[in-house]
C-alpha cells in the first residue's frame, strides 16, 4: 500500500472552532477575533445550522452597508458537533454580523488532502475553508497557517506526513 504523500485537512484542521450567531454583535466578533487571534469565523444559528462566514475584513469595510439592528454578546466553541456559549448576552451593540457576513460557505470534506485544500484557496483568494464530515456537518475549519504548518512538518520529516 502506498502511503499517502501529505496529510488530510482533518490532519491538521482546528477541531474546536469559534463561532458567531447571525445575531452577534460588529463589536463582539471584532473583539473575538482580536482576543483569539483569529482572523474569521463560521457563523451558526441557534439550531446549528451553519449559515455563513464572517472575516476580519467583513468588520472592517467601511462601505459594508450595516444595519440598526442591536446585536448581543454571544458567540460560541463548537467541537464535535457540541456548541458551548460564551459572552455576555446582557451586553448589546448597534450592528449585527448578519449585516457584514458572507452567506456562501466554502467548504471542503475532512477527507481531502491539504493539497486540495490549497489549490481551493488559491483558486478562490480564501484564507480558510470550513470543513465538513461525511454528514455535511462542520468538522473544523482550515486556515492557511494550517497548511502551511502541515507542508512543513511533511518536509521536515522527509516528505512523509507526521500524523
Known sequence: MAEKPYPLVSDV???????????????????LF????VS????????????????????????????GDIGDGLYYSLQAGLADEHGDPTVRRQGTVADVMTPTVLSI????????????????????????DEGHLLAGIVSVIDLVRGFVETADNGGRPQV
Open 34 to 37: 482580536a482576543q483569539k487571534r
Open 40 to 67: 474569521g469565523a463560521p457563523v451558526v444559528e441557534d439550531s446549528g445550522e451553519l449559515v455563513g462566514v464572517v472575516s476580519l475584513t467583513d468588520l472592517a469595510d467601511p462601505d459594508r452597508e450595516r444595519g
Open 109 to 132: 470534506p475532512a477527507g481531502a488532502s491539504i493539497v486540495a485544500a490549497g489549490r481551493k484557496m488559491v483558486g478562490l483568494g480564501v484564507h480558510r475553508l470550513v470543513v465538513i
Open 13 to 31: 484542521m482546528t477541531k474546536k472552532v469559534l463561532a458567531v450567531s447571525p445575531n452577534t454583535s460588529l463589536e463582539t466578533a471584532a473583539r
